[in-house]
């Protein structure tokens, strides 16, 4: 009985460790990316952020850009999972957080140089969509107020310089 | 009593041209404005509303203030230089309204830095989520550098019907010095037509490519317009935060080197090969100096970059090294790699490679930043003068020249303004290098970045974030407007408004 519970304790440890080394590292601060590239250059990671910009279509692959709020990254993905991200970033738009895990490559050599990641899963965690842009009821009316004081300058010039003329 | 009257004179008339001149920047705002209406960016168009009328207020005060005394008062040099200076500085501040209104800064001493950095083609960004403003105010901060790159003196002075008495002043004081036509307000507009042909021709073809490599067809369009206002102004301003890096694609960064090498050429040389003279192009000193130096640094950057084997092919190399040279040399700033890829993977000697194409730049009366290609020709000819000088007998006078344009006579004022100038900018990047030093970044970093401010040319090593401090923040601004004005018309600027406080301070003691 001890002897079984042994050996399940010992399969226990081994699966969870293997586990562990196998599971792709997560990052979600691409900075730290940069700064450690040479140390995790062609190794499996996941990363997460908001999709930005757009899908640039390249026929079986497409690039999508994902960013961590202050870094954006190129993620080269086949394009039938590319479909699968529905919101960009941008003004006016919360994009798609995505996960995504891949290989990352310090300087990709199939792509002349670009640090990126070639992903083969994309996960899509929270759906972005439309953001309103309140629109300040002050600025209206410190916009009425210096068109205003701009009118009235533009008026006393034209007669000044009409004045002058004569 | 005469003395006091004299100057409130120098005062209204520098008033009327200074005033003048923010009337025809603060104009272009009508262009964000159009932007914004046409897609609904609502609170975007309130904030320019409130910009421009700022703006015109202000000119129109100015210029009222100056009217009566236009065209009475002869403008000297010192009104010249301080009308493009002065310019310059108040045009930053009103400039940097419509980036305070829209939230994306986190002060206005940010927003200040970033149309510093517009107006003066650097190209460095402290605006944060840039991946998320919106058209209108990304169409302003292009506009802030393409009309940089011309001069908005030369801006104002294209549009300028009557009172042209003084506009070739105006034109030094903005570090242009080249006559392509006799008059100047013609060399302005000249200036003018060929930037705009050269809009329509780069915008084109960059929305063509945009579309190929997959951006939606307006989407294209505005990506085009932008990156080709900024790589010929060369600014290095992107709509994404990415920059260069955001499009992955070869031959857009093939589009936009050769915009941006085109863009650090000398107006004049534009000119001459319009005229059909295009056997200028060889025989400039000017383009013979950077094709020079952008070979050699180029291939020592190459050879250092495969050899530490950074990258492993030869596209890759050409891709970010050749790239990143070409785009420091010409003080562009467009980038295709992380900035801090260049501290982490690059090593120490092509980012001194790199230093010394910022530092020098491309050529004068063009776009372009650092002590320009036609100095160092400038210098380097004095130094074979001075040694053939030596070697010969005092009876054999040689007399040496260079060749710009035509044949200029190689005098002791013209080499001494080129050493001046070039001591001027290596001033300015040591003093940017100790202060980074002092705030506790890496030399060789303190050093890159400072470079990259003095040339105007806004490549960065991770230096310049919106969390560094203020005084590197104030001190950069000054690097980038004493750069891209070329100290001159800053210095007479200074020199004024401390003559002004002395007499001031003076006439209350004796009070």
């Given at each position: ?9 010992l ?7 293997f ?13 730290g ?13 996941t ?26 990254m190129?993620i ?21 957080i995505?996960?995504?895990?891949g290989?990352?490559?310090r ?30 009821s ?9 068109t205003i ?12 310089t009409?004045?002058?003329s004569? | ?13 520098i008033n ?18 159009v ?9 975007v168009l ?18 009222l ?27 930053t ?16 001493l ?5 149309v510093?950095s517009?107006f ?5 960004v ?16 292009h ?17 300028m ?19 392509l ?6 060399t ?15 915008t ?45 694609s070869?031959?857009?960064?093939l ?7 085109i863009?650090s ?31 050699i ?14 990258y492993?092919?030869?596209i ?20 295709n790699?992380y ?7 690059w ?6 490679m ?7 730049g ?6 372009a ?13 004095s ?32 080499v001494?303004?080129a ?16 202060l ?38 104030i ?18 600027l200074i ?17």
């Amino acid at each position: 009985m001890v002897k079984t519970f042994k050996t399940v304790i010992l399969v226990f440890i081994i699966v969870f460790s293997f586990y562990v080394t196998c599971m792709a590292k997560d990052y979600s601060n691409f900075n730290g990316l940069i700064e450690s590239s040479k140390k995790i250059d062609n190794n499996k990671i996941t990363l997460k952020g908001e999709a930005i910009g757009e899908c640039m279509n390249r026929g079986e692959y497409s690039w999508v850009n994902i960013s961590d709020g202050s870094t954006a990254m190129g993620i080269w993905i086949k394009s039938d999972q590319a479909q699968s991200i529905k919101n960009f970033g941008k003004y006016g738009y919360k994009g798609d957080i995505v996960k995504i895990s891949g290989t990352f490559n310090r300087a990709c050599t199939q792509h002349g140089g670009d640090m990126d990641i070639h992903a083969i899963s994309v996960e899509i965690i929270d759906a972005g969509g439309n953001v309103k842009i309140p629109i300040s009821s002050s600025k209206k009316v410190i916009a009425i107020i210096l068109t205003i004081i701009t009118l009235i300058f533009t008026f006393i010039y034209i007669r000044f310089t009409k004045g002058t003329s004569k | 009593m005469n003395k006091t009257r004299k100057s409130l004179d120098d005062l209204k008339i520098i008033n009327f041209y200074v005033g003048y001149v923010i009337m025809g920047t603060a104009s272009l705002m009508l262009i964000p404005m159009v932007t914004s209406l046409i897609f609904k960016e609502w609170s975007v168009l309130l904030d320019f509303t409130i910009s421009i009328n700022m703006a015109f207020s202000l000119g129109i005060f100015l210029m009222l203030t100056g009217k009566n005394k236009v065209d009475k008062v002869k403008v000297q040099w010192k009104h010249g230089l301080i009308i493009a200076s002065s310019s310059w500085l108040i045009l930053t501040f009103l400039c940097a309204v419509p980036y305070e209104l829209s939230g994306k800064t986190a002060s206005f001493l940010d927003a200040c830095f970033d149309v510093m950095s517009g107006f003066t083609t650097t190209g460095l960004v402290l605006t944060q989520d840039l991946d998320h403003i919106s058209l209108g105010l990304n169409m302003w901060r292009h506009i802030i550098t393409f009309v940089g790159g011309q001069g908005m003196v030369v801006l104002a002075l294209s549009f300028m019907v009557k009172h042209t008495l003084g506009a070739y002043k105006m034109y030094v004081g903005e570090g242009k010095d080249v006559g392509l036509v006799p008059n100047v307000k013609n060399t302005a507009r000249l200036i003018w037509k060929i930037s705009i042909v050269y809009l329509i021709i780069g915008t084109v073809s960059l929305w063509i490519n945009g579309m190929f490599i997959g951006l939606q067809p307006v989407s294209a369009f505005f990506h085009g317009l932008f990156i080709f206002m900024s790589a010929w102004s060369t600014g290095g301003f992107a709509p994404m935060s990415q920059n260069i890096l955001y499009y992955h694609s070869l031959s857009y960064e093939l589009l936009t080197m050769i915009f941006f090498v085109i863009g650090s050429l000398n107006f004049a040389l534009h000119y001459a090969v319009w005229q059909g003279n295009k056997k200028e192009v060889f025989k400039n000193i000017e383009t013979q100096s950077f094709f020079i130096t952008a070979l050699i640094i180029s291939f020592f950057t190459a050879l250092k970059l495969t050899n530490s084997g950074v990258y492993s092919n030869g596209i890759s190399v050409f891709r970010k090294g050749i790239y990143n040279v070409l785009s420091a040399h010409t003080t562009t700033g467009f980038g295709n790699l992380y900035a801090r890829q260049f501290a982490t993977e690059w090593g120490d000697f092509p980012v001194v490679m790199l230093i010394i194409a910022m530092l020098i730049g491309g050529s004068a009366c063009s776009t372009a930043g650092g002590f320009k290609g036609l100095r160092l020709g400038v210098v380097f000819k004095s130094i074979i003068a001075e040694v053939n000088k030596l070697l010969n007998s005092d009876r054999k006078i040689k007399v040496f020249k260079i060749h710009h344009i035509k044949e200029i006579v190689l005098e002791d004022g013209l080499v001494k303004s080129a050493y001046l100038i070039i001591t001027c900018y290596i001033i300015l990047f040591f003093i940017g290098t100790a202060l980074g030093t002092y705030y506790g970044y890496p030399v060789l970093s303190s050093a890159f970045e400072a470079a990259s401010v003095t040339g105007n040319v806004g490549l960065s090593i991770g230096v310049t974030t919106p969390t560094m401090p203020n005084v590197m923040k104030i001190y950069y601004i000054i690097a980038m407007y004493l750069g891209r004005l070329e100290f001159i018309s800053v210095f007479a600027l200074i020199g004024v408004s401390f003559g002004g406080i002395k007499k001031l301070w003076l006439k209350l003691l004796k009070q």
